[in-house]
């Protein structure tokens, strides 16, 4: 019995354990996977490459296994993740590769593309920053170097896209013409074409129809509709970025895009939490802590904002914004020798007409009239439609008594904010005839219209008003009567206005 059984097992196995066939259906699952080229169908061919690695064909699916983890760095540079695991398991694989596949060299070059750059800190680019012109010459050797195509074709092409596209040359991250076994038409390749720059919805909408798990998709597409949103309205931009926020919760880059999309539409509460986010993922994120200092500017929460332009202040980022908010937000708070010495720094930086009307303004309060009114005038030389340096060159004279000089340039201010509520009262009217924008974003961005229209009709009533008292001061009865007429449209100023009525009424001795 026993030679039986031995004779029946040198025939069937010959001694030797059962042949690993290969999964034939897992390597197909794989490779589609890879082709797909989501972030979860990556994760799901990173599975299934990492069993077929287990198995006798080690070398080759170790290589698979070894391309898929680069392309997982790569996605989660261009979200704004940590690249470090995915990294970490390549460097490992690597040494397992013959020499010839080069493995070393694609992780150098994985490592010089860029983030995302909404996330990462902007001196944190080996390859990219003022040595730009070296880059190039190098891509040209890098190129040529990814086209013989050491490990797979599909990590080659993509990694070649985002070389081009992080050294600006858009015109090449474009993926090849088909053919047979390129994978150029792939989804993978199509977003990775598609995300560098902007202007490309159709494209990712494209992608997403074809892998409907494409999340990542509406990352990229929410960053076109934001950008564009103080023009044509938000689009999808809300439910894309809370769609793929909710797939990439820590991602820093996704948190400050939904910050600037909140402050965008006047949250200025929310767009702090997600500030908060996007610091709290990123430590260095200095774009979110100078959206979160505007943010709460606008809010009135003038101690934190003093609190968060200092922040910036000592970084040395964004120095003159944060030296024109901290003096901004100084002034709320009374402080005006901290105020005048924050927007003299910001005046050394930038000499745009929000800054040297503010600074008029703050010199204004200090009663230095000559160094108010220089640079007031510098703001209206800049942008005659400044209201509010109008304004206080108006008070610049009036301090000096030089009545009918303010008088005349309160009577511009007035019809500075009547022009600013007209053009703005427009703009709503146009806002409400597109009956494409979501009713909720329409309502809201109406109601914010009509808040910045009321506004500029009390500032217009009020410049009136002051106007009218001024030229009553001047003895110009004619000019007082015309723009007493403009403030009575504001029922608030009724008191005031029928006390000055009551002035140019009175009978005058003559000479």
Not at 83 to 99: F, I, K
Not at 144 to 168: F, H, K, Q, S, V
């Amino acid at each position: 019995m026993r030679r039986v059984l031995g004779f029946l097992a040198m025939v069937l196995g010959c001694g030797k354990p059962p042949v690993a066939y290969p999964d034939l259906a897992l390597q197909a699952r794989a490779e589609a996977a890879l082709s797909q080229g989501c972030y979860d169908c990556l994760l799901e061919a990173r599975d299934a490459f990492a069993r077929l690695a287990a198995g006798e064909a080690r070398p080759a699916w170790v290589a698979r296994r070894l391309e898929v983890e680069l392309l997982l760095a790569l996605r989660h540079k261009e979200l704004g993740l940590s690249p470090a695991e995915p990294l970490a398991l390549a460097r490992r694989l690597a040494p397992a590769l013959p020499r010839e596949r080069q493995a070393q060299r694609y992780l150098a070059l994985v490592d010089e593309v860029p983030g995302e750059e909404l996330s990462y800190a902007h001196h944190a680019r080996p390859k990219f920053g003022s040595a730009h012109e070296a880059a190039l010459r190098t891509l040209d050797a890098d190129r040529a170097w990814l086209a013989t195509r050491p490990l797979g074709e599909p990590l080659a092409e993509y990694l070649a896209l985002a070389l081009d596209c992080a050294l600006g040359d858009a015109a090449k991250a474009v993926p090849p013409a088909g053919r047979p076994g390129s994978g150029a038409a792939s989804p993978l390749l199509a977003y990775r074409a598609a995300i560098c720059g902007y202007g490309s919805i159709d494209a990712l909408a494209a992608v997403r129809a074809r892998e409907p798990r494409f999340v990542e998709t509406s990352f990229f597409i929410a960053k076109d509709e934001v950008m564009v949103m103080a023009h044509d309205g938000p689009a999808q931009a809300l439910p894309h970025l809370t769609e793929v926020l909710a797939r990439f919760p820590t991602s820093p880059a996704i948190a400050y895009l939904m910050a600037s999309y909140q402050a965008g539409i006047a949250n200025y509460g929310e767009a702090v939490g997600y500030y908060d986010r996007a610091l709290a993922a990123f430590p260095d994120h200095d774009d979110a802590r100078s959206g979160r200092l505007v943010a709460l500017s606008y809010l009135g929460r003038a101690q934190e904002a003093v609190d968060a332009a200092t922040v910036l202040i000592d970084r040395r980022t964004d120095l003159a914004n944060a030296y024109y908010w901290r003096a901004r937000n100084h002034r709320a708070l009374a402080r005006l020798p901290e105020a005048r010495a924050d927007i003299t720094a910001a005046k050394e930086l930038l000499t745009t007409p929000n800054v040297m009307t503010l600074a008029g303004m703050i010199e204004y309060d200090q009663r230095d009239l000559d160094a108010a009114e220089a640079d007031l005038r510098a703001a209206l030389d800049a942008d005659p439609e400044d209201c509010d340096a109008r304004w206080y060159i108006g008070l610049v004279h009036q301090q000096r008594t030089q009545w009918r000089a303010a008088a005349q340039a309160l009577d511009q201010t007035t019809t500075c904010f009547g022009a600013r509520a007209a053009q703005t009262a427009a703009q709503q009217a146009a806002l409400q005839a597109r009956s494409e924008l979501d009713p909720a974003y329409r309502a809201s961005a109406a109601a914010r219209y009509q808040a910045a229209i009321d506004d500029a009709r009390r500032r217009q009533h009020l410049a009136a008003l002051s106007a009218t008292a001024l030229a009553v001061a001047a003895g110009d009865f004619a000019s007082a009567r015309a723009w007493i007429d403009v403030a009575a449209q504001d029922p608030a100023l009724a008191a005031q206005v029928a006390k000055l009525r009551a002035r140019l009424d009175r009978p005058r001795r003559t000479p």
